[in-house]
């Protein structure tokens, strides 16, 4: 059965919107996106409503009044499963706290900068909550009930948060995720500000492999466990083509692993 089909909330959402879309939407006042510089091309980075090319940016005509932000607008993904909010403050997330045990695969360093647009710029956004979720490598979430690996409740395995320090920087300690049927491989991440009027912002999404380095570490224990009959590639993922392929990202080989750096930015 796909996990997709079981979880309403686990499907695509939002669209590439024109340029006319894309002017107004910056305009509001309270919208949440993600962002990177223009000159950054190293990694892609996301949004919350829509998608837009650095091209739709140059090419925005002499007549329009608004001056574009310095960032590109990235989609925001459907927060799917299993998002639980355990509280649990930990920059290594590969433990469950109850017993230590280490949950095996590729060790992956993931680090998150966070901005907030500020005019035609970003400037890092300090003490911004950072949620990172995903599954383990034979595709078993931790604190969730699923008919294809049961009940995994009482467990918090591949689940933690980090506050942003001044720098906008948040780092993870996690495992590359395997996979289960229905769905690519990919990371789950929601980032909270909070207001002085309590309001705050939420910003969720998910982050996609390269399909080529997918590859290259399911041959590997513990993941050959599993096989690859029934794995769907990013281009069969409904929720990946709502991204439009800017959530997508290849880390780089370690000493110890991979590590990837994502940069991201809210405007409210």
């Known amino acids: 059965m796909e996990r997709f089909a079981i979880d309403g909330d686990d499907r695509p959402i939002g669209r590439i919107l024109t340029r006319r879309e894309v002017l107004a939407l910056l305009g509001g006042s309270a919208l949440a996106a993600a962002c990177a510089p223009i000159s950054a091309p190293t990694f892609p980075t996301a949004s919350t409503n829509a998608a837009v090319t650095t091209a739709a940016a140059a090419t925005a005509g002499a007549s329009v009044a608004v001056v574009l932000p310095s960032c590109v607008v990235r989609p925001a993904l459907t927060e799917g499963p299993y998002f639980v909010d355990e509280k649990l403050n930990r920059s290594d997330i590969r ?10 695969g590729a060790t992956l360093a993931l680090t998150f900068l966070v901005s907030k647009v500020s005019g035609t710029s970003c400037a890092s956004l300090a003490n911004a909550t950072v949620d990172v979720w995903h599954c383990d490598a034979l595709g078993v979430y931790s604190d969730a009930t699923d008919p294809t690996f049961g009940s995994t409740k009482g467990t918090k395995f591949l689940r933690g948060y980090q506050t942003t320090d001044a720098s906008g920087t948040a780092k993870f300690t996690t495992i590359w995720p395997g996979w289960y049927q229905g769905r690519a491989v990919h990371v789950h991440f929601k980032i909270r500000t909070a207001a002085a009027n309590g309001q705050g912002s939420d910003f969720t999404s998910q982050l996609f492999f390269d399909e080529a380095m997918n590859d290259q570490i399911f041959t590997q224990s513990p993941y050959s ?18 991204s439009g392929g800017k959530l997508t990202f290849a880390p780089a080989k370690t000493n110890d692993g991979y590590a990837a750096t994502f940069d991201i930015g809210l405007t409210a």
Do not use: H, Y
């Open 95 to 104: 433990s469950d706290p109850s017993t230590n045990a280490v949950k095996p």
């Open 225 to 242: 466990q599993k096989g690859g009959s029934g794995r769907l590639r990013n281009e069969g993922d409904g929720i990946f083509q709502g």
